[in-house]
């Protein structure tokens, strides 16, 4: 018999919930686990040893149910990066403290890219002390900037919102008889997958987005002004998609001024908008989807859902296996009828790098994004949560303040 | 026989096209009415001949159900106040050649404010000229200012959207162990209605908002740092709802710096980020639900859209039971069992006025609501559409873009 423990890090999203009932459930299944512990706020609850008991917490299928169309994290998060063992390991021994003190043989860790590095680290120490415990990361983000994995748990539903929320703000768009452009943000600093996906529309017979601009372009002020003219000249609302992190022209910072003379004064759509405003001189507006992108369940992909759920599920069964330091990923087996297979590599395989878009998903003149990605994008995006409501609104789970505290 | 026409006016709502169901339904039925004219882009449609065949146009019930799912105005809107016709009456004959050589009867007008004086001016117009052409206004506006309705269609959509968006963002909030506060701005140039509606999260058990700022109450920055300090000893995640609409301090508009040398640099939600950021010092963001607080039919009220269809129905028989120049509105019987009975008032009742929330709904302090608004509240938000999906994205109903230009 052992137990384990289980943490969620990083940004929220609406799938690393359900990834916590995978691991809830699975282990709820097997024999040789007794106690599930629930690590508040990432790694830092197992550095404190704050946890709580998850058979307390979750006392019914009703429960699991609510946890499912909860965004955001319910036991907490935290933006933690262990320091390299071999210079300082007095928190990995605060860590091993509360494993051997908890009897815990297992730990599972949902989270990005720096908690990729930390299921790494922690296994490299605890083969190196020679601890049987085995450390198996689950991941997510709606950055879906992952290497290996075919996609990222979180990204689907975050894909989903996008792509709707850009149709109704098209129609919102649309309605004046006068030309305007329409600047939509959307996450993602270093990988454009998220603004990538909204060409999706297109699979719908939308011709917005009209213009998509992504991290992996090298980003032209000039030529992009020449593009929105164009589209100008053939669509009356033109609909813009662009991602957070596209490279701005130096010194292009906030209170720093530009070629154009303009202030950098807070997103790159908010300077998207006032370049278009002096330059073009046409109605423009700029929309931030800020956190919404990634906590907005009650639009949720249920692919994406049941997904986190299995590969939460996948990990338990790894980590029973045997193995540890591993990562689990999805394999796409087929676009249609869409398939994945869940298996595991070495955290070194994924930790501290960045998965970024094909070339072959970005159209040659680098504003928009190809029919080509349309096959990786549109199966994640499928099927809608039975949304279990509470007075007319979305119900939620959630742990009493205090306890989060 | 008659033909009758519609038109759609002023910012979008999720409930503006299930009116113009409701309106081509209702003739639809009427034996007496032949042709069903929508005019494009509001009153202008009227006023250039610009109008559609709408049995065309919509050509089975599945077009009726994506038409009710499709916010905005599928005819265009416009932002068109008309003259008084005392000093000039050229755009008036031009409307009553349109409706003179179409064989129009009755002209439905479905819109806010502005609107409603569109239609007091017109029958105005048509009585002086003894023209028996019936003149019905549709109410409709997310910010429920309208005078002598009990609320409007489109704004229980809209609270709807904004309720569960909150609720989102707060479990997207609370996730670190550092203290924060999140604002979110909200719509609504005059009246907190929308704003005040979040609320409606503290009948569900939620302690956010924690503080509410609507227009009807003087703003204080002072003041405001001190309920936000205050809130701050209470709870790990301080969440705000302000109206775009509130009193800020004087001389602080774009570029101009207020007392605290910030600048107010775009919305009044980036305004108060700042002011936080610099005098409190906390992690801090602001968050502007923009144009998807109005344009979310994903999370649309079905409660408020089949209200926006049957008042438009309503508005059908009111012209034909021989009224001219009224404007429809909900009375409410009851609160719980929710009932309203739809009546018609003289529009100069609800033209050029506004309406604000009752001092009973705001709490002693100015800074939150009263659980007495909940009643009024809820039965607005309740139930949900059965949305039609198209690859995992809500279906629309659109027109081609050539008929819009």
Known sequence: MMNIAVAQSGGPTC???????????????????????????????????HLIDMKTMISSNGDM?????????????????????????????????????????????????????????????????????????IPKTIDNDLCVTDHTPGF????????????????DSTVYSIPSVTVVEIMGRHAGWLTASTAILH???????????????????EKFLK???????????????????????????????????????????????NVIRSEIGCKVRSIELNVMQRCSSHICSWTDITEAEAIGA??????????????????????????????????????????????GYINSAGNNITDHALDYFLPLIQGEPNLIMEMGVPKHFTLQESVLK
Not at 18 to 47: C, H, P, Q, T, Y
Not at 156 to 171: D, F, H, P, Q, W
Not at 203 to 221: D, Q, R
């Open 15 to 49: 799938a690393i919930n359900a990834s916590l009932v995978g691991v809830f459930r699975e282990a709820l299944k097997e024999k040789s686990i007794d106690a599930i512990f629930g690590s508040i706020n990432g790694i830092e609850g197992m550095i404190e040893n």
């Open 65 to 137: 149910d609510l946890l499912r169309q909860t965004p955001s994290t319910v036991l907490g998060s935290c933006r933690y990066k262990l320091a390299d063992w071999r210079e300082d390991n007095k928190v990995y021994q605060q860590i091993v403290n509360t494993l051997v003190q908890r009897e815990i043989g297992a730990f599972f860790y949902i989270g990005g890219n720096d908690s990729m590095d930390t299921v790494n680290k922690l296994s490299e120490y605890f083969a190196e002390k020679k601890l049987d415990i085995k450390v198996i990361g």
């Open 156 to 171: 689907g539903s975050a894909a989903k919102y996008v792509a709707a929320t850009l149709r109704e703000i098209t129609r």
């Open 203 to 221: 699979a719908l017979g939308e011709t917005a987005p009209h213009l998509v601009y992504v991290p992996e372009v090298k980003f032209s002020l």
């Open 227 to 273: 593009d929105v003219r164009r589209q100008m000249t053939k669509h009356k609302a033109v609909i813009i998609a662009v991602s957070e992190g596209i490279e701005v022209p130096e010194g292009v910072q906030s209170g720093v001024v530009d070629n154009f003379g303009h202030k950098y004064l807070s997103g790159i759509g908010k300077y998207l908008e």
């Open 314 to 359: 996948a990990g338990v069964r790894c980590a029973l296996s045997g193995e540890t330091g591993m990562v689990m990923v999805f394999k796409r087996v087929c676009d249609m009828p869409y398939t994945v297979d869940i298996q595991h590599v070495d955290a070194s395989e994924v930790a501290n790098k960045e998965k970024f878009l094909p070339k």
